[in-house]
């Protein structure tokens, strides 16, 4: 999060803002921002191809277990940096190895 913000990103970070909130508050926030939301969290995968939650302007899974905390700020900052604006209005999973970007239509 502090290597996007570094490199230009406007980033919220839901727990400095509120915690505790359900992961469909969580998607409706950033609906509600029109952001891009960023997450650790496969049960968004779920909540948007399964339940068909809207997603306004996109998630990107971070699936980057296993990775030191330096590695992963690399790997993401070069992923936004190559995809940024694919990411929008898509469900992308960012791994160690790969980007997958599933367009929502």
Request: net charge positive; glycine share 6%.
């Amino acid at each position: 999060m502090q290597r996007l913000r570094r490199d230009g990103h406007d980033i919220l970070y839901v727990a400095e803002l509120e915690s505790g909130l359900s992961d469909v508050e969580v998607l409706q926030r950033a609906n509600d921002m029109s952001a891009l939301l960023q997450t650790l969290d496969k049960d968004f995968g779920e909540l948007v191809f399964q339940q068909s939650l809207r997603t306004s302007f996109g998630v990107v899974l971070i699936r980057l277990s296993g990775v030191t905390v330096e590695r992963k700020a690399e790997i993401v900052s070069a992923a936004f940096r190559q995809h940024e604006g694919d990411f929008l209005r898509s469900f992308s999973v960012i791994t160690s190895s790969r980007v997958r970007i599933k367009a929502k239509r």
